[in-house]
């Protein structure tokens, strides 16, 4: 899912929340808009690895023909993994959630983060694009070894 319908869907969740509980507060209101569309910072982290450019043009002119190429793949019967992303793991997700004991904005962080996985997934599934993304980053470093 792009960024700007991340930006869109998590004002509209943080918006929603505000309706129904106005207690949490702008502050916690604000860590879930913003965790629920820059958890995507691993897709700039791996587009910078891959072009070696820190440049967002030409980030998302790769993640642009990575899209490409994975569609012709799927029309092809090509059913492998894509780049990895550290911060749409379990893992990642259950490190946030467990910070949230210490200091309550890891937990408006995880609701957010939670929130952007979910739209992911039903992205995914509706594009048939679910197993190309890796969710467990000890599966993926397994691999590596």
Not at 49 to 63: P, V
Not at 84 to 99: C, P, S, V
Request: proline share 1%; hydrophobic share 50%; glycine share 8%.
């Amino acid at each position: 899912m792009l960024p700007r319908y991340h930006i869109l869907l998590g004002l509209i969740f943080a918006g929603v929340l505000y309706l129904l509980s106005p207690g949490i507060g702008l502050f916690n209101l604000s860590l879930i808009f913003l965790s629920s569309f820059l958890i995507d910072f691993d897709h700039y982290i791996t587009g910078w690895q891959r072009t070696g450019s820190l440049s967002l043009k030409k980030i998302f002119e790769y993640h642009r023909k990575n899209n490409i190429k994975e569609k012709k793949e799927i029309a092809r019967g090509i059913r492998k993994k894509s780049d990895f992303h550290l911060f749409h793991t379990i893992e990642f997700h259950a490190l946030i959630g467990l910070l949230g004991i210490f200091w309550i904005g890891f937990f408006y962080i995880f609701v957010g983060m939670i929130f952007h996985s979910l739209t992911d997934l039903l992205s995914l599934t509706y594009k048939g694009r679910l197993h190309r993304r890796e969710f467990f980053f000890f599966n993926w470093i397994s691999k590596r070894i």
